[in-house]
């Protein structure tokens, strides 16, 4: 007799939730907190200029701008970008919405452009297929923190003067063909939401080589002011301009302590992603009806998410059964992500829907994402094996 489920009444794997992704903070954390709230500073102070320039040496880039969140990133590099109405950016369906919000913040108009369907990442072919006169920048999404095929994405859209912007919240840590994510596109975004590789509680960067949009991107986060009080300070003047609509995006200095505190750490997180990885890709190899994402073998995976496949000709029940009884077992599985363009203010906007992107919309009935964060014991990771083991079994096609 097969072990009963805990969904049907039996004993759990777990008695306590395993959470798919979570922060580690250590008392070097806190007390870098600490020091930044006895400093004097609590926002635009040193703190943000010191974790710009970590960050920016972390991934290679020349330029380093902090937010006040992944979102306020994505924004900020559209501004940037001069995107606005009658241009269209062309982006994938398998994201979080922030990624074709942007585009719609500044008035543009996201395109969606369909994934390949072993790795979910942008297809090139499908960018080609949407691509119009009126494309002014693609978005590419490193899913699950493997990043896309920026070389590919370059030829197909480069020819045309169109911008190549990574989003790449998922990867940092990551590479191509040995050149950080951070490098691989013209603009980079970050998120240091506290379920990515490293966090500031909320928080975000953009990268890139350009100083002007550097610029741009400093000015759009304190309202395209001209001068910030340190040039006010430096001029002893109250003087300065507005000449475009910009935000408060700023990032705290409290926050941004956070950051380089968390940042020294992340080659040791990310290899422990890549471990855990490593032994979910040992073990599903003898799971059956559990596929994971196809790895490119020019890629250095960063492992934001782990996510695979359901063979549901395999079984009996569909994911959401599946999905029910792994949460009932204790762990956390999630689902990344509900299509964007099937999002019903996307259908009444741009009037997407169904029929659109196929291929993400029929991976989007097979994927979990399985729990994976630096903090994972081993016995975690056991513990998600052996509740995927005892919920294939009973759901199994004979
Ligand atoms: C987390 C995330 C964002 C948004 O980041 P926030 O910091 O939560 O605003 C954008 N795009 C992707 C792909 C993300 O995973």
Known sequence: MPEALAIDGGRPVRSAL????????????????????????????????????????????????????????????????????????????????????????????????D??????????????????????????????????????????????????????????????????????????????????????????????????????????????????????????????EIAELGFNYRISDVQCALGRSQLRRLTEWVDRRRSIAARYDEMLADIPAIVPLALRPEVEHAYHLYVVQLDLDRLTVDRGAVFAALRAEGIGVNVHYIPVHLQPLYRERLGTGPGDCPVAEAAYERILSLPVFAGMTDADVEDVIAALRKVIRAYLRS
């Not at 949009?213 to 304190?222: E, G, S, V």
């Open 115 to 240: 994934v390949d369907a072993d790795t979910l990442l942008m297809d090139p072919a499908s960018v080609e297929g949407v691509m119009t006169p009126r494309t002014r920048a693609v978005i590419g999404v490193d899913f699950a923190g493997q990043p896309c095929a920026y070389d590919r994405l370059r030829d197909t859209v480069g020819k045309q003067g169109v911008t190549v912007v990574s989003d790449a919240c998922h990867a940092l840590g990551g590479a191509l063909r040995g050149v950080p994510v951070g490098q691989l596109a013209d603009l980079s975004v970050f998120s240091f939401h506290p379920v990515k590789h490293v966090t500031t509680c909320e928080g975000g960067m953009i990268v890139t080589d350009n100083a002007g949009l550097a610029d741009r991107m400093r000015a759009f986060r304190n309202h395209c002011m001209t001068v910030d009080h340190h040039g006010r300070a430096a001029s002893a003047s109250w003087g300065y």
């Open 18 to 113: 395993l959470p798919y992704g979570r922060q580690t903070v250590d008392e070097m954390d806190v007390s870098a907190v600490v020091a930044a709230l006895r400093s004097g500073w609590l926002t635009t102070g040193p703190a943000v200029k010191a974790f710009e320039d970590d960050f920016a040496a972390c991934v290679g880039a020349r330029h380093a701008v902090a937010v006040s969140s992944g979102t306020a990133a994505l924004h900020a590099a559209m501004h940037a970008l001069r995107i606005g109405p009658g241009d269209e950016v062309i982006v994938p369906p398998v994201t979080f919405a922030a990624t074709a919000n942007a585009v719609l913040f500044v008035g543009g108009r996201p395109v969606f452009a």
